[in-house]
């Protein structure tokens, strides 16, 4: 069974930076796309960004030009650097992935900006 496991996450005020990591571990031969979603409170889950196994990347409209997302498939570890983080990026964050066999969601992780 695969597991994932995110970290990076934490209380940052408006304009700083955070990385986030999500790495996985169990059985694993291939991974196709990985992703960023997010849910604040009230709302729906959202997607972030996303990347797939050429590394294409797609990006949600309110991050593009802030956020980056990358992948290190030796690792089968996705990460996101945030930067210039505002009020409304507050939410916790949730890796995605998804394989031929399986897709898989981590934990989540919270991100919360304030000042």
């Known amino acids: 069974q695969v597991q994932l496991v995110e970290s990076g996450g934490g209380l940052v005020q408006p304009g700083g930076s955070l990385r986030l990591s999500c790495v996985a571990s169990?059985?694993?031969?291939?991974?196709?796309?990985m992703g960023w979603y997010r849910q604040a409170p009230g709302k729906e889950r959202e997607l972030v960004a996303i990347?797939?196994?050429?590394?294409?990347?797609n990006y949600a409209d309110s991050v593009k030009g802030r956020f980056t997302i990358s992948r290190d498939n030796a690792k089968n570890t996705v990460y996101l650097q945030m930067n210039n983080l505002k009020l409304e990026d507050t939410a916790v964050y949730y890796c995605?992935?998804?394989?031929?066999?399986?897709?898989?969601w981590g934990q989540g992780t919270q991100v919360t900006v304030s000042s």
């Open positions: 995605k992935f998804t394989a031929s066999t399986w897709t898989n």
């Open positions: 169990g059985r694993i031969f291939s991974i196709n796309a």
């Open positions: 990347i797939s196994s050429l590394s294409s990347t």
